[in-house]
């Protein structure tokens, strides 16, 4: 069966592997822009990237819907949001590296500083797509790492109230940028 831009999803769906060389050939471009945008600095991660950026393709197909957006904003919200989390997992990294074992080039303070502010930038216009109090919420847990029993403590709110509203932001932070949950996309 040939595959055409007609029926290339349809294919992704039922597995066939040409359907996904399909996208390599027509949609890999939009990936690789995305990518060199948000990791610009980490030349090294690009390859890693688009792979993990395929692979979420692969595993996600099922969750696209042609009515919400077009494939092409699919495909590049899953490489910007790919490409955040390697800027992140490049400065987790970093940070628990043993300062013996860390050689740190002139300008490695700055390449720091840069991602920060991006990362930082990316997760604001995600957040601000939330109520004050459920943002509050995502922040306690996600960034400052604090635990449902404190959240809970400091909030006043039970666990179950907690795991609700994380429940509907999640999911209101990905209709907004255009990906579906599902099991392999638990991070947004």
Aim: net charge negative; proline share 4%.
């Amino acid at each position: 069966m040939e595959i055409t831009e007609g029926n290339f999803i349809e294919q992704l769906k039922k597995r066939n592997e040409k359907a996904l060389e399909y996208v390599i050939d027509h949609y890999a471009w939009i990936l690789k822009t995305v990518i060199k945008k948000h990791l610009v600095y980490l030349p090294n991660y690009y390859e890693e990237c688009v792979n993990d950026c395929l692979w979420a393709i692969w595993e996600n197909i099922g969750y696209y819907d042609p009515e919400k957006s077009s494939f092409k904003n699919w495909v590049g919200g899953i490489a910007k949001y790919k490409s955040i989390n390697y800027a992140r997992k490049y400065l987790r990294d970093l940070e628990n590296e043993p300062i013996e074992n860390t050689v740190i080039p002139a300008d490695d303070e700055a390449i720091r500083e840069i991602l920060n502010r991006e990362v930082s930038s990316e997760t604001e216009k995600m957040l601000c797509r939330l109520a004050p109090e459920d943002r509050e919420i995502f922040i306690k847990l996600y960034l400052e790492e604090q635990s449902m029993d404190e959240i809970s403590s400091t909030m006043g709110l039970t666990k179950p109230v907690l795991y609700n509203r994380i429940s509907r932001g999640k999911k209101k932070i990905r209709e907004a940028v255009g990906i579906k949950g599902g099991p392999h996309n638990e991070r947004i």
